[in-house]
């Protein structure tokens, strides 16, 4: 059996960060900055742009997400943080149309990315982080913890596609779904 640890992602981190997310999928290239930069900045940054902010954010603090480790090694990554400082996320259509919560409450907090390397998918990583994100949240002062997850009994998704999770990982944990704004997303809570 594996042991899955957690830690709070800060610039001494940088190291393991870069290994969760250059496992496999986009993550590499994403940088997980996907949530914060609106699309017209997202398509004008590089990738070395992109993880330079990842850096920077890191180097500021607070943590921005958490690092997932099986036996010591660094294996998953989740983004969880206040909600409107996640621009893209705010502007979604998903959130405007699913979230009964203000878009500028900074009590809600969101899980917006999940990445875990290859070879260490189907072991739990998900729901470990999921779990770690929401005691960070919980200690961090989060009223909500919303999450955006893909309805997997809606549509058939390829593993790239679950960077945001799927609905049953956040409904285990405890969240309460809260709407359906497309066929295939759907907004999901936490109440804490």
Same mark, same amino acid.
Request: include cysteine; charged fraction near 20%.
């Given at each position: 059996?594996?042991?899955?640890?957690?830690?709070?992602?800060?610039?001494?981190?940088?190291?393991? %960060?870069?290994? +969760?997310?250059?496992?496999? $999928?986009?993550?590499?290239?994403?940088? /997980?900055?996907?949530?914060?930069?609106?699309?017209?900045?997202?398509?004008?940054?590089? %990738?070395?742009?992109?993880?330079?902010?990842?850096?920077?954010? #890191?180097? !500021?603090?607070?943590?921005?997400? #958490?690092?997932?480790?099986?036996?010591?090694?660094? +294996? $998953?990554?989740?983004?969880?943080?206040?909600?409107? !400082?996640?621009?893209?996320?705010? &502007?979604?259509? =998903?959130?405007?149309?699913?979230?009964?919560?203000? *878009?500028?409450?900074?009590?809600?907090?969101? %899980?917006? /990315?999940?990445?875990?390397?290859?070879?260490?998918?189907?072991? $739990?990583?998900?729901?470990? *982080? *999921?779990?770690?994100?929401?005691?960070?949240?919980?200690?961090?002062?989060?009223?909500?913890?919303?999450g955006y997850p893909i309805a997997t009994d809606?549509?058939?998704?390829?593993? &790239? +596609?679950?960077?945001?999770?799927?609905?049953?990982t956040f409904l285990k944990a405890g969240f309460?779904?809260?709407?359906?704004?497309?066929?295939?997303?759907?907004? =999901? !809570?936490?109440?804490l």
């Open positions: 059996m594996v042991q899955i640890t957690t830690r709070p992602a800060t610039l001494a981190e940088w190291d393991d %960060v870069q290994a +969760a997310l250059t496992g496999g $999928g986009d993550g590499r290239s994403c940088q /997980c900055v996907w949530p914060l930069l609106p699309n017209k900045e997202w398509e004008s940054t590089t %990738v070395e742009q992109r993880a330079q902010i990842l850096h920077d954010e #890191l180097e !500021a603090g607070p943590p921005p997400g #958490l690092v997932a480790y099986v036996d010591g090694q660094a +294996a $998953g990554w989740i983004r969880i943080g206040p909600r409107a !400082a996640q621009r893209r996320t705010i &502007n979604s259509r =998903v959130v405007k149309a699913g979230s009964p919560v203000p *878009l500028d409450d900074e009590s809600v907090w969101a %899980v917006t /990315c999940f990445s875990v390397r290859r070879e260490h998918r189907g072991q $739990g990583l998900n729901a470990a *982080l *999921l779990q770690a994100a929401v005691a960070y949240a919980r200690g961090s002062g989060a009223r909500v913890v919303e809606a549509t058939t998704t390829s593993s &790239n +596609a679950l960077f945001v999770g799927a609905v049953s309460r779904e809260v709407s359906r704004p497309t066929g295939t997303r759907v907004v =999901v !809570a936490l109440d």
